[in-house]
């Protein structure tokens, strides 16, 4: 069964969140279990996809409105130490995806503003190649709404359906519903031609939603946790009713993590490998931190790892450490991430006025947060919404405990400490107080070490490798082939 992923993102070619670790890792574990999984994504700039050999395997152009658009697809050519485990296409559209960023800007911290051609361009370029394939695939899994139109164009598109594309399965993985990719209708000529009928199925509330119209479309919807799925049916807002009406055709099926990229015992990218005591293991990895940030020693180290945005829940951060750190909690506090330019001054204020006990790096590095999950004590996650989480499985596996907000796959995958297989602290409401609250928590915990250290060893044993989740997927392909 050939099934090709279609993804903005894939780890370690270009990866801003979790849709990268997803794209990096399922397809591999697909292969192991016998599925032929394949990767298509933008050849954006990075220095990774800078670092590889490709091979052009097809060339072509697009009719973008007024505008011909040049493209050729890629493909990395096998080089040992740079073995995926599946592989990878890039689709070069020059004068679109050649920039560094994923979404935004690395320098200015704001999106591109030709988020909706470039979109739409990938996934022409996607279709047309495809459509060219001898043997065709046996399903399409496309991933959040920058592959979107695919299952609809698939369907309805007039050049597609004559290459042959429309009885072609499609799966459509929903990893985070607050973005929508909508565009104005006033864009629609942007869109190859298409059975007039079947326009309705781009709208949703007045614009024309990939996300919507790929729920739509696809002949199954899947999202990253069943909890997830769950709050999208009852209460996501202008989403309710579309994901209720689907709901016969959708799954949760949550996440792994890549355990070769996640593993203690062999991950290169920290200061000091898990061997056999993990006292050991966490203390040189704690002092490793502290080195790197200015924090004081001998406290419980609280990190949050992430994009600093609203769904995240970065901007309960500033109140909730101010407000602990000025009643006299013990902790001191590390942030990584990038996002809202306004946290991100917030932050640069705060690392000032607490000077030892708060630090932030307002950086994207991979590496960088592979010491923080092997060297704190605790990891919060505040988050608003949360369709999976992978923070708090990694976290898990490096004996850090999660302080996490009862949502989505958070709730999924950690239990409160009150129960027998507790493995973090859970608050339910999104606000300050009950945020502050897990905190002292985790504060008092880490007061009492033996506890502590009976918490963190069960969450280091929990088992949230791929393998059940592939086989998952495997199953659903099944379903439709
Ligand atoms: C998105 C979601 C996150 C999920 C990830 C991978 O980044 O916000 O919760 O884990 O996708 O599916």
Redesign the pocket.
């Known amino acids: 069964m050939k099934v090709i992923h279609v993804s903005a993102e894939c780890y370690p070619a270009a990866k801003a969140?979790?849709?990268g670790?997803?794209a990096g890792a399922l397809p591999k574990y697909l292969n192991k279990i016998g599925t032929d999984a394949s990767v298509v994504m933008p050849k954006y700039q990075t220095k990774w996809i800078h670092a590889q050999h490709w091979t052009v395997v097809h060339q072509g152009h697009i009719q973008l409105g007024q505008e011909n658009v040049y493209f050729n697809i890629q493909k990395q050519t096998y080089r040992e130490k740079a073995d995926l485990g599946f592989p990878l296409y890039v689709v070069d559209i020059p004068g679109k995806y050649d920039r560094e960023g994923v979404y935004m800007d690395a320098y200015t911290g704001y999106g591109y503003k030709d988020e909706t051609e470039r979109a739409i361009c990938f996934q022409l370029a996607v279709l047309y190649w495809m459509g060219t394939w001898a043997e065709k695939p046996d399903v399409v899994h496309c991933h959040d709404h920058h592959t979107g139109l695919i299952p609809f164009l698939m369907k309805y598109g007039f050049h597609f359906r004559d290459m042959g594309l429309s009885h072609i399965p499609t799966v459509f993985t929903i990893?985070?519903g607050e973005y929508q990719g909508a565009f104005r209708w006033n864009k629609m000529h942007l869109l190859p031609p298409f059975e007039m009928m079947a326009g309705g199925l781009l709208e949703w509330n007045g614009v024309i939603s990939p996300l919507a119209c790929a729920v739509k479309c696809a002949w199954k919807v899947t999202t990253?946790s069943q909890g997830y799925l769950e709050e999208l049916q009852y209460h996501s807002g202008s989403l309710t009713w579309l994901l209720n009406n689907e709901r016969h055709k959708s799954v949760g099926i949550l996440?792994g993590i890549d355990t070769a990229v996640w593993n203690p015992a062999t991950d290169h990218l920290i200061e000091k490998q898990l061997a056999r005591s993990v006292d050991t293991f966490k203390k040189a990895n704690k002092a490793a931190i502290l080195k790197r940030y200015n924090l004081d020693p001998n406290r419980p180290l609280f990190t949050f790892i992430g994009r600093l945005v609203g769904?995240k829940g970065a901007q309960l951060l500033p109140e909730v450490i101010s407000n602990f750190l000025n009643a006299g909690g013990n902790g001191s506090f590390a942030v990584l991430g990038t996002g809202d330019p306004h946290l991100h001054e917030v932050f640069a204020q705060m690392k000032h006025h607490y000077s030892g006990r708060f630090d932030a790096k307002l950086e994207y590095n991979e590496g960088l947060a592979h010491q923080l999950y092997a060297g704190s004590d605790f990891l919060m996650m505040p988050s608003k919404?949360?369709?999976?989480?992978?923070n708090q499985m990694y976290a898990l596996r490096y004996g850090t405990i999660p302080v996490v907000r009862a949502i989505?796959?958070l709730k999924d995958t950690i239990q409160d400490i009150g129960f027998e297989d507790g493995t973090g602290i859970r608050f339910d409401h999104f606000s300050v107080h009950d945020c502050f609250n897990a905190i002292r928590r985790a504060a008092m915990l880490y007061d009492n070490q033996d506890f502590f250290k009976t918490v963190r060893n069960r969450g280091m044993q929990v088992d949230f490798s791929w393998d059940r989740s592939a086989q998952e997927y495997q199953n659903l392909y099944k379903e439709l082939v």
């Open positions: 969140g979790g849709l670790d997803v990893h985070n990253v996440n769904e919404v949360e369709p999976c989480g992978l989505g796959g």
